[in-house]
């Protein structure tokens, strides 16, 4: 029987980035309660929770840790990173216990995330970007990573072409244009999410540079599709501006969904993403989602 079956989950959104939170710490089976693909996939059919990020809560593994946090994109495959995610667990959980600050472990490293710097905003501390092609990661070599050879559509006339690549604990690939929507994303984003050149696939972003402090964006979301908001996007996208000395380190980012705070500390070259976490509603996982899954 799948862990999630009959258990409480809460739906909510960061920014309209569609997110579910379950907490199976708790569970009885616990270090063991694991979530499989199938049961990611199960709950994101149109007769469960649909959502683009499912956050599940595991029994901490390091001391000083609150949870082991593991991140399932809508098609079951399973993410680093999720700063929209990680806004939501966190308001969801300061709620419940009065918490300001706490550290979580993901399969990306530790994240610190607390309450602020206003009351209805929340603050992921989203570690340090990487810039190698190893750790994107590419499938060949290139020295520098502000701009690497990739395009779609014609060779001398290109659609979209020469991308910044960062990881953020998971790969992005940033295309920089004048006007996010005059792209047909829905078309480009599957070729470039699967193209041979990211072997653990990526998350594609249109960036317009409005000025030094103001970036718009919109992201085709590897295992999901086009979402409303993406934040370890809006972190990888200032950090490539900031790189690229296009952008200023700190800038707010215009999504689809709304607007997000980045900084990336001059101090130890973490990045900050801050923003807002709405509840929706919460419930309980109809146990026949999961009649399906072995
Ligand atoms: N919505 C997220 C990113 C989720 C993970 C991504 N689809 C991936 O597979 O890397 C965010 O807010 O960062």
Redesign the pocket.
Same mark, same amino acid.
């Given at each position: 029987m799948s862990a999630l079956a009959n258990h409480a989950f809460a739906k909510m959104n960061?920014i309209g980035?569609e997110i579910v939170v379950v907490d199976l710490r708790d569970s009885n089976a616990g270090s063991k309660a694991a979530v499989t693909p199938e049961d990611a996939r199960a709950v994101a059919s149109p007769a469960g929770v649909p959502y683009?990020?499912l956050m599940v809560l595991q029994p901490p593994r390091l001391p000083g840790t609150e949870a082991f946090i593991r991140?399932y994109?809508n098609d079951g495959?399973?993410?680093?990173?999720?700063?929209?995610?990680?806004r939501c667990v966190v308001r969801r959980l300061f709620e419940k216990t009065g918490q300001t600050a706490v550290t979580f472990e993901t399969r990306a490293g530790l994240l610190n995330c607390w309450r602020g710097p206003a009351p209805d905003l929340y603050t992921v501390d989203m570690g340090a970007p990487k810039f190698g092609w190893q750790d994107i990661p590419l499938a060949e070599e290139f020295r520098d990573t502000r701009y690497i050879e990739l395009q779609v559509g014609p060779i001398d006339a290109p659609v979209l072409h020469s991308p910044s690549v960062v990881s953020?604990g998971?790969?992005?690939a940033i295309f920089w244009v004048d006007d996010v929507n005059a792209y047909d994303l829905e078309r480009f984003g599957p070729l470039l999410e699967n193209h041979p050149i990211f072997p653990e696939?990526?998350?594609i972003t249109l960036a317009h540079i409005v000025d030094r402090d103001h970036i718009t964006i919109r /992201?085709w979301?590897? =295992?999901?599709g086009l /979402?409303k908001?993406? =934040?370890?996007?809006?972190?990888a996208t200032a950090v490539a501006a900031a790189r690229l000395k296009r952008a200023n380190r700190s800038v707010e980012i215009t999504l689809p969904g709304g607007k997000l705070a980045i900084e990336w500390r001059e101090r130890d070259g973490h990045v900050l993403m801050t923003g807002t976490a709405d509840f929706e509603y919460e419930g309980r996982f109809d146990p026949a989602l999961f009649a399906n899954v072995a």
């Open positions: 960061g980035n683009d990020q991140i994109n495959s399973e993410a680093g990173a999720c700063g929209n995610g990680m953020m998971n790969p992005h696939r990526a998350n /992201t979301e590897r =295992g999901v /979402t908001a993406c =934040g370890s996007a809006a972190c």
